[in-house]
């Protein structure tokens, strides 16, 4: 699918088709992630950042897990 980049005031937008919004899940005002990937860039509503962050918060809780729950009380 070709994209054009567009001048909107002082900023250069891309406008995605509203099929490509709604199979992605996203809507106007949603946050999506531009990734570079070793092919390109991909845009998700996925970010990876935050995933990474997430499951090192897991194995935390997993790995602490009975003190967390006394200083939880």
Known sequence: MELKLRK???S???IIPKHARQKMGVKEGDTVYLTETPDGY???PYDPEFSRQMDLARKVQAKHRDALHELAK
């Open 42 to 44: 991909r845009i998700s």
């Open 12 to 14: 250069v937008c891309l």
């Open 8 to 10: 909107v005031g002082n």
